[in-house]
């Protein structure tokens, strides 16, 4: 057969090949570039890893004129542009870090037409003095990266990118293409919206990482956990490791350290010089394990992080996508793990109480916080359910933790039930609330000082436990907190009372089904690499 090829497309390729040394274009990257260098607009939903920066690179470089690409991640700029200009494309960048004198000899490049791609911060295009340098020079396409930081239902959002808008309305006959690696269906309908792209030609692609195994533990040692899955599985691989606070990233570094793991610490409380060392070691040196808060990551290109390790619950399924997608870029086996427990819930949900922002913004923060939870605690495959949660279909994938090792699903109906009947005498009886500690003690029929203290032994539901181990019990309260049939009080010391479904429960017209944490956690061959 016979491929008839466009002149556009026959020059897309040419870019191709002469800048970047590729043979071919990859997925849907030909069709998106068709799409913008014939002028049209653009929105494409690509995972991480997907190739979405020559979607505009290269139409930038077919078209005349200069290519404006907006982007909040301005720590990056510097490299992009080095990297662009390694391979011969003129580059540069206008945000709040460049002098006067820097910024003005850009904008001078700009206007004569000597740079053929320009990245923005998006606050740059708040001052009429951007958008009339973009009057003065020729433009040959908007890209708006990161398009998901428009919508503020997402996990991600900046005030500036809702200012975009301005892109269509001052200059209306140059093509627009927006790119985000989040893709639920609601984000994706907000940034369409959000930016006048629903008559733009949208470009979904598959958001399934094959390679990528999603394992999700019950804490019970994080770091034992952790040193555990390192040295069996990925001894000598690079990594990431994710920690929610500064002081967690120091000490979790300092522990693998300890263990002869090359682990370095990154994160904002660091000096900038120590955080760009950590971070070139990290992407120059092999098996360099990065320890850090969720600021590292975005927009890093190392090919061969052959895991991601969560050490803290992330606080959305997008978030999670994001994080874990880092791993295993160059299609080879990679490990996303992710350790949590009780804790983790009990902390978010009260971070979410004390959270500033009106009550719709904290129903957003526990919509999103749910969604993660159910991805935890579900018995089905991973994997569907997180591609289910980017509105895409599929079947049990075989690698992952719970198509190993199906988890034994049980009917927790009744110790529900004697669990939250406990609060409710607590309460009730004595005007008092515990956190779960205090409540499994009880429960179990433990004689701990406190509890002999408080004379919590003459309670009639104390002992009525004493059929399951407290690591059981634990295991009750994380998914009744997790399910929402018991909820964390707003009193910042995770004290446990009654939501509004817990009396479905007690009166047994809802059964709780619950997980049966693995005995040991699963592994296979598709983990290890030969
Ligand atoms: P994303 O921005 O979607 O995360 P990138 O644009 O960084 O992805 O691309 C990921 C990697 O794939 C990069 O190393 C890039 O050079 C490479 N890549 C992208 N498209 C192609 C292609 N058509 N042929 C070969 N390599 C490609
Ligand atoms: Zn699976």
Redo the contacts with the bound molecule.
């Keep these: 057969t016979t491929t008839t090829t466009s002149p556009s497309r026959a020059a897309a390729l040419d870019v ?1 090949h002469r800048v ?1 040394g ?5 997925g849907q ?1 030909a069709a998106i570039i068709d799409q913008v260098v014939s002028g049209g607009d653009a929105l494409v939903l ?9 979607c505009y690179q290269v139409p930038a470089l077919v078209r005349d004129g200069v290519g404006v690409v907006v982007s909040p991640l301005i720590a990056l700029m510097q490299d992009q542009v080095d990297a662009l200009a390694a391979n011969g494309v003129r580059a540069a960048f206008l945000n709040s870090t460049q002098g006067p004198d820097e910024r003005s000899r850009v904008e001078r490049a700009v206007v004569s037409g000597e740079v053929d791609m320009l990245y923005l911060a998006p606050e740059r295009l708040r001052l009429e003095s951007t958008r009339s340098l973009l009057d003065r020079a020729r433009v040959a396409l908007f890209a708006i990266d990161e398009a998901h930081c428009v919508a503020q239902w997402g996990h991600d959002f900046r005030p500036d990118y809702l200012e975009l808008s301005v892109l269509h309305e001052r200059w209306p006959t140059v093509p627009r293409i927006a790119l985000t ?1 989040t893709a639920t269906p609601q984000t994706h309908r907000e940034i369409s919206g959000r930016l006048g792209l629903d008559d733009a030609a949208h470009f979904v692609a598959d958001f399934d990482r094959p390679n990528i195994q999603y394992r999700i533990e019950p804490k019970t040692g994080a770091m034992q956990q952790l040193l555990t899955f390192i040295k069996t599985e990925h001894s000598g691989d690079a990594g990431i490791v994710y920690c929610l606070s500064r002081n967690s990233v120091e000490r979790t570094a300092a522990a693998l350290a300890d263990q002869g793991i090359p682990a370095l610490p990154y994160h904002a409380g660091l000096d900038a010089k120590v955080r760009e060392r950590n971070q070139s070691t990290f992407l120059r040196e092999d098996g360099v394990v990065m320890v850090a808060t969720i600021a590292f990551g975005m927009g890093i ?1 190392k ?1 061969d992080v052959r895991f991601v390790a969560h050490l803290d619950l992330p606080k959305s399924v997008e978030g999670y996508y994001q994080e874990t997608g880092r791993a295993g ?1 160059d299609g080879l086996p990679s490990t996303a793990w992710l350790a949590y427990g009780l804790n983790d819930v009990v902390q978010q949900r009260r971070m979410i109480d004390q959270s500033e922002g009106d009550a719709a913004h904290r129903r957003q923060l526990s919509a999103h916080l749910d969604a993660m939870l159910a991805l935890c605690e579900t018995i089905e495959c991973r994997r569907v359910r997180l591609l289910a949660y980017f509105g895409q279909e599929s079947t049990a994938c075989g690698n992952c933790d719970t198509c190993i090792a199906p988890p034994e699903p049980w009917d927790g109906t009744v110790p529900a039930q004697k669990f939250l009947s406990t609060v409710v005498r607590l309460e009730r009886e004595r005007g008092q609330r515990y956190g779960v500690a205090h409540l499994v003690d009880i429960l179990v029929g433990k004689q701990s000082p406190r509890v002999q203290e408080l004379r919590h032994d003459s309670l009639a539901t104390f002992g009525i436990g004493n059929d399951l181990g407290e690591g059981e019990w634990r295991a009750v309260a994380r998914q009744l907190l997790a399910q929402g049939y018991a909820a964390v009080s707003g009193d910042g010391f995770g004290t446990v009372v009654l939501s509004p479904t817990s009396a479905e429960v007690l009166s047994g017209r809802t059964r709780v089904l619950m997980r049966r944490d693995p005995v040991k956690a699963p592994r296979t061959s598709r983990a290890r690499r030969q």
């Design positions: 191709l970047w590729y043979d071919a274009f990859r990257q690509m995972p991480t890893g997907g190739g979405k920066s020559l690696a290109d090919p870029r």
